[in-house]
T-cell receptor, first 117, second 109 residues
């Protein structure tokens, strides 16, 4: 496989469930991201990892917990979510962060569509 | 605050030309990106502008005016497959990407 792969593509969970989203990139990139995409709203950055170190956490509720075991894999662990957390969760990667160049170009996965009942 | 404005929705005819505008107010500027996102799919990179002027890439062109805080994406010879959302994003002085809400482009035969 090439590019950025996300699983599962669709997930329905109750508010008391625990689930995880998985992201894998085969591009040799050093930075990985989680974004939340809601209808008619700008993309919301949730977490950024650079060389497996978390460098950004945009005041995301603790019910979302990221994990980056290596530079190719990124997880988003979900626990006691709320209905307003229903959205498309996009994973992305880039060659680098903090650079005014093409190294900041993001390659996105197709997303995990999450529905919280 | 930081803000990116782009039209919510536009409609155009197959074979025609359409211009999607993006205006921004950000803390500094380190480049502007355009991405295309088909329904149910990943956003894909279209263009990156950091200097003023027009960048042409096949049927798509992107223009930037830093003094006006303005960019546009120009799509020529529209095809049905160009029906998608187009996302504008600016890299600010802290190298944070500020995103617009996207423009949904509908192409009619």
């Amino acid at each position: 496989e090439t590019g950025v792969t996300q699983t599962p593509r669709h997930l329905v969970m109750g508010m008391t469930n625990k689930k995880s989203l998985k992201c894998e990139q085969h591009l040799g990139h050093n930075a990985m991201y989680w974004y939340k995409q809601s209808a008619k709203k700008p993309l919301e950055l949730m977490f950024v990892y650079s060389l497996e170190e978390r460098v950004e956490n945009n005041s995301v509720p603790s019910r979302f917990s990221p994990e980056c075991p290596n530079s190719s894999h990124l997880f988003l662990h979900l626990h006691t979510l709320q209905p307003e957390d229903s959205a498309l969760y996009l994973c992305a990667s880039s060659q680098a962060t903090g650079s005014s160049s093409g190294a900041n170009v993001l390659t996105f996965g197709a997303g995990s569509r999450l529905t919280v009942l | 605050g930081q803000n990116i404005d782009q039209p919510t929705e536009m409609t155009a005819t197959e074979g025609a030309i359409v211009q999607i505008n993006c205006t921004y107010q950000t803390s500094g500027f380190n480049g502007l990106f355009w991405y295309q996102q088909h329904a149910g799919e990943a956003p894909t990179f279209l263009s990156y502008n950091v200097l003023d002027g027009l960048e042409e890439k096949g049927r798509f062109s992107s223009f930037l005016s830093r003094s006006k805080g303005y960019s546009y994406l120009l799509l020529k010879e529209l095809q049905m497959k160009d029906s998608a959302s187009y996302l504008c994003a600016v890299l600010d002085s802290n190298y944070q990407l500020i995103w617009g809400a996207g423009t949904k482009l509908i192409i009619k035969p």
